[in-house]
């Protein structure tokens, strides 16, 4: 038995094998806000900088306004296209990953029963928990090949599953983000054909980036500026390369 629990954990003790498995799977953890919101507000500022840019291609290249407005509402439906796709898309990849884990950890569960009741022993020795109290706790959650499992993924692998969401709410908040951003452009670039789309482009950026800190907790001038100033900063380098190219 102790030759199998070596192979197990390689050359590591149970904890540092559970602190392994944290770090090969933080990568996936996602945001504290729900992943639907998240997209939406990402796909909205991602948005307003891509017209925002193509607006000022268009603008050097002196197209006049009634062929700008077709060509950025041609940009902006091929825009939400992808965008919601490929949101959609890495919703799957996720939840495929998440599967793959979940089959491995009902594997281990299955299969290397004594190593995972060291594995365990060793994350609630860490959370306080000693002598009989220990054992006890660790009897309980042994006895329901459910709860075990699911106190493994989120307490070795670091996973927190009410994070999954279905791809369906990804691609659904993706083209609410898009077709926010993109109607307030438009509306504001047919107003006002000359600054419209600069105007509303840093407006949605704001809107977006002070909406998303808030519901994260997060600093909201700090996440203000730093969306505008990379985007002046974006801006600014296409300016400068459109006027000495073009």
Same mark, same amino acid.
């Given at each position: 038995?102790?030759?199998?629990?070596?192979?197990?954990?390689?050359?590591?003790?149970?904890?540092?094998?559970?602190?392994?498995?944290?770090?090969? !799977?933080?990568?996936?953890?996602?945001?504290?806000?729900?992943?639907?919101? !998240?997209?939406?507000?990402?796909?909205?500022?991602?948005?307003?900088? #891509?017209?925002? $840019?193509?607006?000022?291609?268009?603008? #050097?290249?002196?197209?006049?306004?009634?062929?700008?407005?077709?060509? +950025?509402?041609?940009?902006?439906? =091929?825009?939400?296209?992808?965008?919601?796709?490929? !949101?959609?898309?890495?919703?799957?990849?996720?939840?495929?990953?998440?599967?793959?884990?979940?089959?491995?950890?009902?594997?281990?569960?299955?299969?290397?029963?004594? *190593?995972?009741?060291?594995?365990?022993?060793?994350?609630?020795?860490?959370?306080? #928990?000693? =002598?009989? $109290?220990?054992?006890?706790?660790?009897?309980?959650?042994?006895?329901? *090949?459910?709860?075990?499992?699911?106190?493994?993924?989120?307490?070795?692998?670091?996973?927190? +599953? %009410?994070?999954?969401?279905?791809?369906? %709410? %990804?691609?659904?908040?993706?083209?609410? =983000?898009?077709?926010?951003?993109?109607?307030?452009?438009?509306?504001? /670039?047919?107003? #006002?054909?000359?600054?419209?789309? +600069?105007?509303?482009?840093?407006?949605?950026?704001?809107?977006?980036?002070?909406?998303?800190?808030?519901?994260?907790?997060?600093?909201?001038?700090?996440?203000?500026?730093? !969306?505008?100033?990379?985007?002046?900063?974006? /801006?600014?380098?296409?300016?400068?390369?459109? /006027?000495?190219?073009?």
């Amino acid at each position: 038995m102790i030759l199998v629990m070596t192979h197990h954990f390689g050359n590591q003790d149970a904890l540092g094998h559970v602190m392994e498995k944290r770090a090969e !799977n933080a990568e996936i953890h996602g945001t504290d806000m729900p992943g639907h919101l !998240n997209a939406a507000f990402e796909a909205g500022k991602e948005t307003a900088v #891509f017209l925002l $840019l193509a607006w000022l291609f268009l603008t #050097f290249l002196k197209i006049p306004f009634e062929k700008s407005a077709i060509v +950025l509402t041609g940009m902006g439906l =091929g825009w939400f296209i992808w965008k919601s796709g490929r !949101n959609g898309w890495l919703g799957w990849v996720r939840l495929e990953r998440l599967h793959r884990l979940i089959e491995q950890e009902k594997y281990e569960i299955e299969h290397h029963r004594p *190593q995972e009741r060291e594995e365990l022993i060793a994350l609630y020795r860490g959370k306080g #928990f000693e =002598g009989k $109290l220990l054992e006890d706790v660790v009897d309980v959650l042994m006895a329901d *090949q459910d709860r075990l499992l699911k106190v493994m993924l989120e307490e070795e692998m670091g996973l927190t +599953l %009410q994070a999954y969401e279905h791809p369906l %709410q %990804q691609i659904l908040g993706t083209a609410l =983000g898009c077709f926010c951003s993109f109607a307030t452009i438009m509306i504001l /670039f047919l107003v #006002f054909p000359t600054y419209g789309v +600069l105007l509303s482009s840093f407006l949605v950026l704001a809107i977006g980036s002070a909406l998303s800190a808030a519901r994260e907790r997060n600093r909201i001038i700090p996440a203000v500026i730093w !969306n505008l100033s990379l985007a002046t900063l974006a /801006f600014g380098a296409a300016y400068f390369l459109f /006027f000495i190219l073009i």
